[in-house]
């Protein structure tokens, strides 16, 4: 990884294309398609009323719409657990299926309504594509593995984005998680305690968007837990550390120029501070669970961004502008052998865990056993004692 970065900095500085390429990062239209890539779907992300053909069982999911408080419509997938149908088999293959059924008449809505002790994981995918991407339905199914009679799956598809309605933006995209959680605890009446929020690439910024919003309300709402899978610190800099299909990173030189940095951050129409929300979700909580996870050979979006996230956390919850040395001290550092690292800090019901792993890059890494250890220790269905 290092000597790859060795290579390739120096080439973005002597081809000059970073310059061209701030500039046009300078125009908001463009920020804006380089950011949600929302037009960009393939096969097989559009069978959104056929997902059976993603591998799911007949009515296993239950495509519906969300209304959000703007106006717009977003598509979203209800998906019941395999050891939830197995014991419902019958009414499940039964069932009359299609988006125009009313949401609460459906087995899936009814099973995860009436069971008090059923979880939901509420996932906000990454850009590009929609809820149906392939690699997206694998991470669905794996995450409800590990409780296969518990664990819901709630995912659905920002404004703009496959059948949703609207255009992406900053504001648009926390009002549509705003909807979402709505609909969850006021429709679906699942209690914030057996809620937790999972972000992918784009989709942790808005994850921690809308959590922040919760937290910031009177009285506060805390989820059972947040786990963001590469993600990064706010828009400026994920842009100068994007690298175009996981190999070049044509904005590079930015981040060796801190005013050049600065500048392209205040460039940016929509900011996306996790770092500031992070922080402050973790001053405000009482006994929220936030779990980072990144992989070291992400070419796509450097794993430096998660550990500046985790700093940014632990300021938050301690109040003190902390040192890398100070921090190190407040934390227990795991070694999971060729699976990375782990760096745990916990006060109370309150924890913050930053786990590296070695390999998974941006779009597999999701899919690996960590992040779905995450999902069940979060949701206190494993051992907590580490993340």
């Known amino acids: 990884m290092y000597s790859f970065e060795y290579a390739v900095v120096p080439l973005a500085f002597i081809s000059g294309i970073w310059i061209p390429a701030m500039l046009l990062c300078s125009v908001p ?39 959000t408080k703007d106006g717009e419509r977003l598509f979203a997938w209800l998906i019941a657990p395999l050891g939830m149908y197995s014991q419902h088999v019958d009414e499940f293959v039964r069932e009359k299926g299609g988006i125009d059924r009313d949401m609460e008449e459906r087995l899936a809505f009814r099973l995860l309504n009436e ?83 999972l972000g992918h690439s784009l989709g942790t910024a808005i994850a921690t968007g809308t959590a922040h919003q919760y937290i910031a309300q009177n009285p506060p709402v805390e989820f059972a837990g947040l786990i963001l899978c590469a ?12 690298s175009i299909g996981g190999v070049l990173p044509v904005m590079a030189p930015v981040q060796r120029i801190p005013f050049m940095q600065s500048w392209l951050t205040k460039l940016m129409q929509d900011t996306w501070k996790t770092d500031e929300r992070l922080a402050d979700i973790m001053r405000k909580s009482s006994k929220f669970k936030l779990v980072l996870i990144h992989a070291k050979d992400d070419m796509t979006m450097p794993w430096r961004q998660t550990e500046e996230l985790f700093k940014w956390a632990l300021r938050g919850a301690l109040g003190e502008a902390l040192t890398e040395a100070q921090i190190a001290e407040k934390v227990d550092v795991l070694d999971l052998g060729e699976a ?16 590296i792993m070695r390999h998974g890059g941006h779009d597999t890494m999701t899919k690996w056993a960590p992040a779905s250890l995450a999902v069940l220790q979060c949701f206190g269905l494993s051992s907590p004692s580490t993340l």
């Open 115 to 197: 069971d008090p002790e059923a979880r939901l994981l509420v996932y906000f995918h990454g850009n590009t594509a929609t809820v149906a991407q392939g690699r997206r339905t694998e991470e669905y199914r794996m995450y409800a593995s590990g409780a296969s009679e518990k664990i819901f799956i709630l995912t659905f598809d920002y404004r703009g984005f496959g059948r949703s309605t609207g255009s992406p933006s900053e504001t648009g995209c926390l009002n549509d998680g705003a909807a979402v959680l709505d609909w969850a605890l006021n429709v679906a009446n699942i209690s914030p305690d057996r809620i937790i929020l």
């Open 29 to 67: 239209w463009v920020q804006k398609q380089m950011l949600y890539l929302h037009r960009v779907t393939l096969f097989p992300g559009k069978w959104l009323d056929e997902p059976e053909r993603a591998g799911f069982l007949k009515n296993q999911v239950a495509p519906f719409l969300v209304p």
């Open 340 to 355: 990375g690292w782990q760096e745990v800090w916990k006060s109370g019901e309150k924890m913050a865990s930053k786990l």
């Open 231 to 242: 993600s990064f610190t706010n828009a400026g800099n994920a842009f100068s550390a994007y």
